[in-house]
């Protein structure tokens, strides 16, 4: 059997980070894992990479805006034997960006939509960019400085996320891509920065993002979805060219590695990173 899933959400929203702590957790076996580490051949370098920037307790690189890493996790389910070949692409959340915003897409992704089984979702709790501006302020604005804003003048990159990544999703529904029904899982990266207290990642989305929690809820295109907190990385770090991050000593601290990672939601179990591909691959019941 294999399934592929495929990876969606803008910049910043911690993709990458996710790639590395999987790969980190299932290739270093620290700590027990719903879904274990297949066979690989061919290219993995890049997740190498990143991995180790992650167990170092660095950031990982930006992904440039033309380069499409595969990442490709084959990956098994012990309890049923069952194989779950999982391959992702790690573009970049630009791709996403300017999908909207020019209505251009590159072939690789459409490629990569039309194979996928399930969709992880990415929404960072540390983008605050829907937080910033309103169309209050904008009012506000208005009201203080007595001049007009140019209504002509109109930024698409400043639309708000969650009306980008609606218009995105819907798209996925029609050609090119014409995807089946599938199931999301809504990861929201950095939960460690999530408010003090929160502890129902659902709860956050439907608070954060109405508009695209009621979307995934209602869409014919979405058979089932769920939402998880992940903190990948554990605290903030910073960049290996920049030195240590902030947390980094601490992170450094918590021994074994894979347990700096946090994940809450459904059927979670405190680090397993695969807890949120095991029910994307419909395994979460098997035994
Ligand atoms: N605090 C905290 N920050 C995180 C976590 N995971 C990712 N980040 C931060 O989020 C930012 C983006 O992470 P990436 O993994 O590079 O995100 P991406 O979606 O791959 O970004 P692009 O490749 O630019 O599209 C980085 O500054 C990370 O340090 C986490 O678990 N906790
Ligand atoms: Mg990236």
């Given at each position: 059997m294999d399934a592929r899933y495929m990876v969606f959400g803008f910049q910043h929203t911690g993709k990458t980070t996710f790639a590395a702590a999987l790969w980190h957790q299932v290739d270093s076996e620290e700590i027990p894992n719903a879904l274990t580490k297949g066979k690989h051949a061919g290219q993995f370098a890049y997740l190498g990479e990143i991995a180790e920037a992650w167990a170092e307790g660095y950031e990982v690189e930006r992904t440039r805006s033309k380069q499409v890493e595969k990442i490709r996790i084959n990956l098994v389910h012990a309890r049923s034997g069952a194989d779950v070949a999982l391959e992702f692409d790690d573009l970049s959340g630009e791709t996403f960006e300017k999908a909207f915003s020019q209505r251009f897409c590159p072939e690789p992704f459409v490629e990569l939509v039309k194979g996928a089984r399930g969709m992880l979702l990415f929404v960072s709790a540390d983008r605050r960019n829907d937080d910033s501006v309103t169309i209050l302020d904008a009012f506000d604005a208005d009201e203080e400085e007595a001049q007009a804003p140019d209504p002509n003048l109109w930024e698409p990159e400043k639309t708000p996320l969650q009306v980008q990544l609606v218009d995105l999703l819907q798209c996925l529904r029609r050609e090119p891509f014409s995807t089946a029904p599938m199931r999301v899982a809504v990861v929201v990266s950095a939960w460690d920065l999530a408010p003090e207290g929160e502890t129902d990642a659902a709860r956050w989305l439907k608070d954060r993002y109405p508009l695209l929690s009621q979307y995934l809820e209602n869409?014919?295109?979405?058979?089932d979805v769920r939402v998880y907190g992940v903190s990948a990385q554990g605290g903030r770090l910073s960049k290996k060219s920049a030195g240590p991050g902030p947390d980094r000593d601490r992170l450094l601290a918590t021994l074994p590695a894979s347990e700096r990672v946090i994940v809450v939601g459904?059927?979670?179990?405190?680090?397993?990173?695969?807890r949120p591909l095991l029910w994307l691959a419909g395994l979460e019941a098997a035994r």
């Open positions: 869409s014919d295109g979405v058979t459904p059927g979670a179990t405190k680090h397993d990173i695969t």
